[in-house]
């Protein structure tokens, strides 16, 4: 019986791919590998942009100067630009959007649905009321990060505990989902509540902002702070990936192959929960990135999440620098960084939408 199942989930992942799978298999980890090219060729590029333009020879230069000691021409005002104020931006972007999108990928392939985000279980919702409370109190912003990020685990922790206890401690992805929706609403009227209260002259327009997500005050002491959890977070994920090709088959089949699901399912949350925190805690509500990302690392690299949830990773860096050029940049004043992801991902989101239906139309 196992033998079976061990048969029928390797001929799922490859179905879609020719006798010459190795050559596919390995075209796969070449297109992650130009993924990490293009990434660094990127950054290089989008330290440039801004209002100061600056080439990519001489940010070229400056990165090899500070970095490894290699002489380099360039003006003070160039070197501050590029080392002070955009380098930590673009590295808190890339952190971000890799976290988010490491995040969304893992829990798509453990509810086993495309359509499912990061803020799926509330931490979202939690972490966003924990650093509402705290702008609402005037608290400073290691304490805001520090109240965003416990209580985007308290959020989770409660739609866990719900979950297991109106499941009476069985098994239940539908219920867990669906107690994160009523556990993310909860603490979305919780920070309701905080703008109300708010002095809508100082504190209002505060939270108002933070909400709306930006990493343009993100500095390297913040980045320090939070580099260890999405460390933590993300090699889990990461370590574990293979495991989410077992899932795709249900629960009892994975079992069937020896894979802890009640604990797989624990580190996955957990690790989820921890960069989505870190995220937002860093860099307030930045939505659909969890959710656009990981179909576009599918669609360049199959659905094999050996190499899909690594390429999420790479392809999610890139995409919110792309995203955070663009709101510094479009316009005069800067555009916060949510609203702009939100742009781009709603279209996005009813494409796929679209494409679902046709495909079930035509089974």
Excluded at 326 to 354: Q, Y
């Amino acid at each position: 019986m196992v033998s079976k199942i061990e048969s029928s989930a390797k001929d799922s992942v490859r179905r879609d791919e020719p006798s010459s799978f190795d050559v596919r298999r390995w075209s796969r980890w070449v297109i992650l590998g130009l993924s990490v090219v293009a990434l660094l060729v990127l950054f290089v590029l989008t330290l440039g942009i801004g209002r100061l333009s600056i080439s990519p020879g001489v940010v070229a230069g400056i990165l090899g100067h500070d970095l490894l000691g290699l002489p380099a021409s360039f003006t003070d005002a160039e070197h501050t630009v590029v080392m002070v104020v955009r380098l930590p931006r673009l590295v808190a972007a890339c952190l971000a959007g890799a976290a988010l999108s490491v995040a969304g990928a893992a829990y798509q392939g453990l509810f086993r649905n495309p359509m499912v985000s990061p803020d799926i279980l509330g931490a979202s919702a939690g972490a966003s009321f924990g650093a509402a409370l705290a702008l609402l109190l005037g608290l400073g912003t290691q304490l805001v990060q520090l109240s965003a990020f416990g209580m985007g685990f308290l959020a989770v922790a409660l739609t866990m505990g719900l979950a297991r206890l109106l499941s009476r401690g069985r098994s239940n992805t539908l219920m867990l989902v669906l107690c994160g929706l009523v556990v993310g609403t909860l603490f979305q009227s919780f920070v309701s509540i905080v703008k109300y209260t708010a002095d809508p002259d100082s504190k209002l327009p505060e939270i108002t902002y933070w909400l709306m997500g930006s990493i343009a005050k993100v500095t390297w002491d913040d980045l320090a702070a939070l580099a260890v959890p999405l460390v933590v977070g993300v090699v889990p994920i990461l370590a574990v990936r293979w495991r989410l090709n077992t899932l795709a088959f249900g629960e009892d089949a994975a079992a069937s192959l020896g894979v802890n699901v009640r604990v797989l399912r624990g580190l996955l949350v957990f690790c989820a929960t921890l960069l989505t925190a870190c995220v937002v805690a860093m860099a307030g509500v930045v939505g659909w990135v969890g959710l656009v990302v990981p179909h576009v690392a599918r669609f360049l690299g199959g659905s094999d999440n050996r190499v899909a949830v690594p390429l999420s990773l790479v392809v999610g860096a890139a995409f919110l620098l792309v995203v955070d050029t663009v709101c510094r940049t479009l316009m005069a004043s800067e555009i916060p960084l949510g609203i702009l992801t939100a742009v781009i991902g709603a279209p996005f989101f009813v494409l796929v939408l679209a494409r679902t239906q046709g495909r079930g139309s035509h089974e």
